[in-house]
């Protein structure tokens, strides 16, 4: 959420990211709102003004002015009992514009409406070729007997993944390298829940527009979320910190769940797109000094989980219409996946300057002692099964088993190789 006094001073800017994020939204329709609540809250001031000075004239008036004095108190309560529900009414009417307000998009954003204007910025990792035909990822699971699509099918439906014996090792193993790497790093871990409350989701943005992107538990108020950066974003919720509590950062980990709505017919085989997934999250509440410097912290972490993983990969700047709202600047990680010979996204990395730290009531305060919204950064750490089809597909080998990198082998009680040949 924008500050509105900086959408009073510089509409402009803000009239430009609308227009560049795609956004529909008339700012005049915002900044005539706005001016209707200064306008009421400037009479219901005025008048509790008048009523409080008159209150302290009855007890010093003399006993012949006092009624007209208690006459003129009930008409000014009067006309507050009318007029302050509607200036409650126009200040609820604002904010909801303002939810819908896009962040400004940092110049070196590319514009433009889709990822098809993401601009590719480097590509690292040696991309594999194979001496022997390659197998897709659903095929690997299937071959080495790691997956059961039909079973888990009749107990969950479409987009459900179920993984057996050392897949499911591989999993966790990727998790908890995923976990130890960013704590190795100074990222506080974290195992979150996904249950939320539909407030904390407004904070970080995903509302109001992303309602259909979550399942809500019936006769609840309580939703799931997509992604651990919810609960995490709201943890410190309405609290104002002290300047040396920041930076916090966290490796968050929690299952997340997605109803990809919209998103019918794509990625409906195997395991890229699933509702039910486990990530680890790297979430960041900064000084706004620091904000640059941790985007490229945590996007440096999670090409160095990568790295070690052995994975080949490229970083992508996302357009102004593929960032959303509440972005200022984002990159996303997109792994390489032989089956498709394509990079396919496997994280998101964003910075979000104060516009989810302003919704959320996230404060701290600064070396003047005044109260001042903090930044918040979010990226991926690692997102599984996502993560595993560029892995079991890059790192198959021709007996059909699957190479582990050097890094992983601790966590999956030293093997090097994983799969029956
Ligand atoms: N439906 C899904 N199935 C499997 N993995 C998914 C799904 N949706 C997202 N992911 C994984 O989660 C990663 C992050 O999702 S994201 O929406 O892009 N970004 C976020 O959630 C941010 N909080 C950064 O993690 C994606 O890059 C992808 O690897």
Not at 323 to 351: A, F, N, Q
Request: charged share 25%; glycine share 8%; hydrophobic share 40%.
């Amino acid at each position: 959420m924008q500050d509105i006094r900086f959408i009073r001073e510089h509409p402009d800017t803000v009239r430009k990211a609308i227009a560049d994020k795609f956004v529909t939204l008339d700012l005049d329709e915002v900044l005539a709102a706005d001016r209707a609540v200064l306008e009421l809250r400037q009479q219901v001031e005025t008048l509790q003004a008048e009523r409080n000075a008159n209150a302290k004239l009855v007890p010093k008036a003399s006993a012949e002015d006092r009624p007209a004095l208690i006459g003129k108190g009930k008409e000014l309560g009067v006309q507050l009992a009318e007029l302050e529900p509607q200036l409650r009414e126009q200040e609820e009417a604002l904010r909801a514009l303002l939810l819908r307000v896009p962040n400004v998009p940092h110049e070196s954003a590319p514009v433009g409406p889709s990822d098809d204007d993401n601009a590719e910025l480097r590509r690292e990792g040696q991309l594999p070729s194979f001496d022997f035909e390659p197998l897709d990822h659903v095929d690997l699971l299937a071959l080495q007997g790691w997956s059961d699509p039909e079973r888990v099918a009749r107990v969950s439906g479409s987009r459900s993944y179920l993984l057996r014996g050392e897949a499911a090792r591989l999993e966790l193993a990727i998790l908890t390298f995923a976990l130890d790497f960013l704590a190795e790093r100074g990222m506080e871990p974290l195992s979150t829940t996904a249950l939320v409350r539909p407030e904390t989701l407004t904070a970080t943005g995903h509302f109001p527009g992303g309602e259909d992107q979550v399942y809500r538990l019936e006769g609840e108020e309580l939703m799931l979320a997509g992604t651990s950066e919810v609960p995490i974003n709201s943890l410190y919720a309405g609290e104002i910190l002290g300047e040396s509590d920041l930076p916090l950062a966290f490796a968050g980990f929690s299952a997340a769940f997605r109803s990809e709505a919209g998103s019918a017919g794509r990625d409906v085989r195997g395991l890229i797109r699933v509702h039910e997934f486990r990530k680890v999250e790297q979430y960041v509440i900064c000084r706004p000094e620091d904000g640059m410097a941790w985007f490229e912290r945590i996007l440096a972490n999670a090409e160095g989980i990568l790295q070690a993983l052995e994975l080949p990969y490229r970083v992508v700047q996302n357009s102004t219409g593929d960032m959303g709202l509440g972005k200022h600047l984002m990159m996303d990680i997109e792994t390489w996946v032989p089956s498709e010979e394509k990079y396919r996204e496997t994280h998101s990395c964003s910075y979000l300057t104060d516009w989810q730290a302003r919704r959320t009531g996230l404060r701290f305060k600064g070396a003047d002692g005044k109260p001042q919204f903090a930044h918040t950064l979010n990226n991926t750490g690692i997102a599984s099964p996502r993560i595993l089809v560029p892995f079991l597909e890059n790192h198959q080998q021709a007996d059909g088993t699957v190479r582990i990198p050097a890094a992983l082998q601790p966590y999956l009680g030293g093997k090097a190789v994983i799969g029956q040949p």
